[in-house]
């Protein structure tokens, strides 16, 4: 296992556990949705022996946030590690000051977030404590969040008590929350930063998405400063490991046998400041697979990184919804399920191809099976959207795809 | 000649049966087995070859005639015949449920009178629960336990109909020297003990019924803020409002006329792609289709319910037409809009809405009740719970609205233009999309949900660009105030008529100082398919 830096003098493999996709009883993982509701319980047995076979395998990253996975994630993760008998400074543990809604905005709130944390983690410190999504909502959201309210600067203070080893922040949206905070590295010297680092937002965020940064730019500035940077969504919620003909195209010719997983991965390790890239693996194969990835990580050639540069354009071409089924817009006031929605969109509506009505209005069906969960109950309310880390305007997408999904409707009434 | 005689009956009764059933099942085709029951058309059938219609056409009497075999497979039990000698208590019996039937039906109970009829028994077994599956079980039974066909003797209204009818046939049952009146053919009130196994028979009339779906539901989420990610909120369908008058299918016309034609046979229920009708539980109009928009709502350019129709109860619309069939209108109450309980900026009637009859007047939704056609689609997406917000009322009688010419469409096509629309899609006669916006963007959008296939767009400007995308959209007519010189040359190449107030040299940028970059991207590309691909480049940058 590749590893570069250290956290409090213990060395951090270059690959980490993303604890947002854990595997749940139903056998998907916990951002899966196929299922019953009742029966997506996270599958806590699994996850130990996961836990336990990345230890083994040099992996000792692990970063969860007090919101994912409906609020289970740390707890899960908690006892995961403790099951495994493993000594505290065998494994580093990050998680997150995720204060999303307005009546967390207080400096108690924070505080009890916290102590939260600690007993849901049964542990007396935490490694790297992130301010969580800076941006999501704009600058003024971030101020509320951690500048008005003094929260920042407690945890300055919970980093000179040593509770916390390492502060950071996480980056997604409004480009000023991540500029102020560069400006005040002086004062809070941050120690790490996260951000969505993959060879599409390499250069090309901004296609994406116009209010995207180029994750290049967030890299690069990040260097500057001597911050550390840690990756996620290395592979986008798993869309650059599924298999796509035009990326496929670009990168199997120069190694047939790796899998796009690999590529992705092997791109974001092979920038010297990165500390970790982090992935939500949640079957054992995809653990293993990775595992082999990173050990040891063989950087990209500059031949590779072209390749991988031509692959980023010809994913651009698919034209896709840059979901990556974060759950963050989850639950839905209104019950929809949107990360569903998106993705059915993404492997179904895309592209200028003839279409058969028929099926797509099946494979609809079965992505979606609850009718009320569907499109076209959305409301428009756009409670979703300040969530969003990727800044799609989910009411939009999803007036597209109703209205789509209507005409397919209309043609098998004909 | 007796085997093959048989032998072609068996068939025609074996296709006829699958054809029928098949309708029930959505295959494509079917339902034209399903006409035959027209009764006028099988009266004429009646007299010109007897009881032809039960015998080989009606799919109640196919499965008796089964059964019928299935238990007394040695016993040639003859077809319903007309000519043999009947109990007086047979009689009395049948011209009794006629006489009911008939006298229910004057009063207005027609869902009821029809639920001796055959195609109303045999759809209903197949597809609603504990009453068709009772009645079918009770015909099953009959015919299993007594020989012959006992509902088509002793209760069918057609059957009473029929063989009075028969009488004049041309080809008669051959009864006279042949016949050594066994009296086989005859019923016997005597039982006899089955020989075949029961439940295997009556599960072939209940296999339908299972097919019905789950019901799903949705409820509102608190207005509280999320703290976590994940996870689903809980949702329940709404409770059915109270209509003052039900919205029955499109084509259905006249609400009393219609309740006296439908026998209620389900065949328009199962066949409903928008999954909106459902049979009614009232008593007069005991199953008979009405819109319930739980589960789906009416598509404005579905004719499907007509089609299939056996009874003609629903007429066949022309798909033309449809769009223009009022089926009632939307009433919205203010109360239970959850823009009144939770103050939440929901939009979703306004959204769904396919003729844009609801709009936001002062935060609130305002339904245009001229513009309305009462598709339900409103109701159906409303979140208000139990009871929806906004419903339908259905009309007494459906109004067809004179569809406008053409020619005023355009014109208010271009009214919109001018209230800066960027892009107006109409079809059928009826504004189907307005999108705002700059540039190509609301255009491509439309493309992509596939809403331009057999529409007038009209737009303010169209360079090559834009014509690409309605030409690979598949657009009727394409209206523009300004075309570039490249435009109608695209149109023209896939039949397509551009009418333009102007046409230029070239199409200019937003600051009007250099072209127009979208055109530019497409300079070079002649394909229309090939456009699209360079405009989405063009403006990913």
């Known amino acids: 296992m590749t590893t570069r830096f250290t956290v409090d003098g213990r060395k951090v493999s270059l690959l980490g556990y993303g604890a947002m996709r854990l595997p749940t009883v139903d056998g998907g993982h916990a951002n899966n949705w196929l299922l019953d509701a009742s029966k997506r319980s996270i599958d806590q047995e699994h996850l130990n022996r996961q836990v336990r076979r990345l230890l083994d395998c040099g992996v000792n990253y692990f970063d969860t946030s007090p919101a994912y996975c409906r609020g289970e994630s740390e707890t899960c993760l908690g006892i995961a590690l403790k099951a495994c008998g493993r000594p505290r400074g065998d494994y580093v543990i990050a998680t997150k000051l995720s204060n999303f809604a307005p009546t967390q905005w207080t400096l108690a709130a924070c505080k009890e977030m916290f102590a939260k944390s600690l007993r849901a983690l049964q542990t007396d410190y935490v490694d790297n404590y992130l301010l969580h999504s800076i941006g999501n909502g704009g600058f003024s959201t971030f101020s509320k969040r951690y500048l008005e309210n003094g929260a920042a600067d407690w945890c300055l203070e919970l980093r000179e008590k040593r509770l916390i080893r390492n502060l950071g922040f996480s980056y997604h949206g409004d480009k000023k929350a991540f500029d102020w905070c560069i400006e005040h590295h002086d004062k809070y010297k941050w120690d790490f930063c996260q951000i969505q680092m993959n060879y599409v937002d390499w250069r090309h965020a901004k296609q994406v998405n116009a209010r995207n940064v180029d994750a290049k730019w967030l890299y690069e500035t990040l260097t500057a400063h001597k911050i550390p940077v840690v990756i996620m969504e290395p592979l986008l919620g798993g869309r650059l490991a599924r298999y796509n003909w035009a990326i496929a195209n670009e990168l199997a010719p120069l190694d047939p046998e790796a899998s796009l997983a690999k590529w992705a991965l092997r791109f974001c390790g092979t920038f010297e400041n990165v500390m970790t890239v982090l992935s939500g693996m949640t079957f054992d194969e995809h653990i293993e697979e990775n595992v082999a990835t990173f050990s040891p990580l063989k950087p990209c050639s500059s031949a590779e990184l072209a390749a991988l540069e031509r692959a980023a354009e010809a994913y651009l071409s698919c034209n896709a919804i840059p979901c990556n089924s974060c759950n963050y817009c989850m639950p839905c006031p209104y019950g929809l399920d949107i990360p569903t929605i998106l993705t059915f969109r993404n492997a179904h509506l895309a592209g200028d191809g003839p279409r058969d009505a028929r099926k797509i209005l099946r494979e609809y069906a079965k992505a979606v099976p609850e009718e009320l969960r569907r499109a076209d109950h959305c409301t428009g309310c756009g409670r979703c959207n300040p969530h969003c880390p990727q800044q799609i305007d989910i009411p939009k997408e999803i007036a597209t795809i109703d209205a789509a999904i209507d005409v397919l409707k209309a043609e098998v009434a004909r | ?541």
């Open chain 2, 1 to 541: 000649m007796k085997a093959v005689r048989f032998m072609a009956k068996t068939f025609v009764r074996l296709l006829f049966l699958v054809a029928v059933t098949g309708a029930f099942y959505g295959l494509p085709f079917c339902w034209l087995a399903a006409r035959a029951e027209r009764f006028l058309w099988a009266l004429v059938l009646t007299i010109l070859l007897g009881r032809f219609f039960c015998d080989a056409l009606c799919p109640l009497g196919i499965v008796q005639s089964l059964v019928n075999w299935v238990f007394h497979p040695r016993r040639h039990v003859r077809r319903v015949c007309t000519r043999l000698p009947e109990t007086k208590a047979q009689r009395i019996v049948r011209w009794s449920v006629l006489g009911a039937c008939v006298a229910l039906a004057a009063v207005g109970c027609a869902g009821f009178a029809s639920l001796p009829l055959p195609m109303s028994v045999y759809g209903k077994a197949l597809l609603l629960w504990w009453p068709g599956v009772t009645l079918g079980a009770v015909v099953v039974v009959l015919a299993a336990f007594c020989k012959g066909r006992i509902w088509c003797n002793w209760v069918c209204p057609y059957g009473t109909v029929f063989n009075l009818v028969s009488r004049l046939s041309l080809v008669k049952d051959k009864v006279g020297p042949g016949c050594d009146n066994c009296r086989l053919c005859f019923p016997q009130t005597k039982r006899e003990k089955s020989a075949g196994d029961q439940s295997a028979t009556v599960s072939a009339a209940e296999g339908g019924a299972t097919r019905r779906e789950t019901l799903k539901g949705v409820a509102l989420l608190a207005a509280a803020d999320k703290l976590t990610d994940g996870g689903l909120a809980d949702v329940s369908l709404p409770v059915v409002p109270a209509r003052e008058a039900p919205v029955l299918p499109p084509g259905a016309v006249d609400r009393r006329l219609f309740s006296l034609k439908c026998v209620g046979c389900q065949l328009c229920v199962a066949n409903c792609p928008g999954e909106c009708l459902k049979p009614s539980t009232s008593l007069p109009t005991f199953g008979q289709p009405q819109l319930d928009f739980r589960y789906g709502y009416c598509i404005m350019s579905c004719v499907r319910c007509g089609e299939v129709c056996p009874e003609k109860a629903i007429e066949f619309l022309q798909r033309e037409q449809r769009p223009h069939v009022h089926l009632g209108y939307a009433v919205w109450e203010k109360d239970r809009c959850v823009r009144t309980t939770n103050g939440d900026s929901c939009t979703a009637c306004v959204r769904k809405c396919p003729v844009r009859a609801i709009h936001l007047v002062k935060g609130f939704p305002f339904v245009n009740r001229d513009v309305c056609i009462g598709c339900g689609a409103c109701e159906h997406v409303c979140p208000a719970r139990p009871l929806p917000a906004i419903h339908v009322q259905g009309f007494a009688r459906q109004r067809v609205v004179n569809p406008i010419s053409e020619a005023d469409l355009i014109a208010e096509m271009r009214a919109r233009l001018d209230g800066g629309a960027a892009v107006v899609v109409a079809r059928d006669g009826v504004i189907v999309a307005i999108e705002e916006g700059e540039g190509l963007a609301p255009l491509l959008k439309l493309y992509d949900a596939r809403r331009l296939a057999g529409t007038i767009v009209a737009t303010r400007t169209v360079g090559r660009a834009a014509a690409a995308i309605c030409a690979v959209g598949g657009a009727r007519l394409v209206v523009a105030v300004t075309a570039g010189k490249g435009a109608g040359e695209i149109l023209r190449a896939r039949g397509i008529e551009l009418r333009a107030a102007q046409t230029v040299e070239r199409i200019l940028d937003r600051k009007r100082k250099d072209s127009c970059p979208m055109e530019k991207a497409v300079m070079s590309v002649t394909e229309p398919e090939k456009m699209i691909e360079a405009i989405r480049k063009a403006m990913r940058k």
